[in-house]
């Protein structure tokens, strides 16, 4: 049973849940930072690692930290990895740390993390808040490296580097407005292949119970007397 639920919370980021393509969070680095397939990977994993440490944190100090200011205490532990992040990225990959740029300082308030860090790690335990935390981050890594290819191929017509030789790319990809439009796309398939429809107000002449409904009659009266 415990396992089930474990599976439950780290599938659930990936695709129902998906942070960027269902909540619509985090917009401003999946807009700003995938015009390149390689950039989107890179902020995606930086993500992700502060995601799990921040959760495990939380998770740990759920007890600790007094409610009054539990937020600024969040806020303090996710800078903590972000500097961390940001310091192994400018030994390692120092070409990624350079065009991530401010981006990568900001996940400090991305809304992902403090969204996860109060609603789910500050209430459960740490194996559930870290599959928590990890599958948020995978799902927003696919999301933003499924949009850096798309822009990437159809924008300069290359690929992690790779000349796919594409006559004529289209530059408007790797543009804001091109951003959008792809967003808008992946969206739209990510919800027909969920089979999601927009919700529906049912009044009383949809609803199939309305003839033994005892609401729906005294409405009727009231509307026949007035």
């Not at 120092?94 to 860090?117: E, H, M």
């Not at 290819?149 to 289209?170: A, N, V």
Request: contains cysteine.
């Amino acid at each position: 049973m415990a396992e089930n639920s474990n599976l439950k919370e780290f599938t659930k980021g990936m695709i129902k849940e998906n942070p960027t393509l269902v909540t619509l969070l985090g917009m401003c680095p999946t807009l700003a930072v995938t015009t390149m397939a390689e950039n989107g990977l890179g902020m995606g994993i930086a993500t992700t690692f502060v995601l799990v440490c921040s959760n495990a944190v939380v998770s740990l100090l759920k007890n600790v930290i007094p409610k009054a200011v539990r937020l600024p205490c969040f806020i303090v532990i996710i800078a903590s990895f972000v500097t961390l992040i940001e310091f192994l990225m400018k030994g390692y990959v120092p070409a990624l740390y350079d065009s991530l740029g401010l981006f990568l300082s900001l996940i400090t308030v991305n809304c992902i993390i403090l969204g996860r860090a109060e609603a789910f790690a500050s209430k459960n335990k740490l194996i559930p808040s870290i599959l928590d935390g990890l599958g948020m981050g995978i799902g927003f890594t696919l999301a933003l490296f499924l949009m850096g290819s798309f822009r990437e191929i159809l924008g300069t017509g290359k690929w992690m580097g790779i000349d796919l030789h594409i006559p004529d790319p289209m530059t408007i990809f790797i543009m804001p407005a091109g951003g959008f439009f792809v967003l808008g796309c992946i969206i739209a398939v990510v919800n027909k292949l969920a089979n999601r429809k927009p919700p529906q107000q049912i009044g009383c002449e949809g609803c199939p119970c309305a003839d033994s409904c005892t609401g729906c009659a005294n409405e009727h009266k009231e509307e026949k007397t007035v």
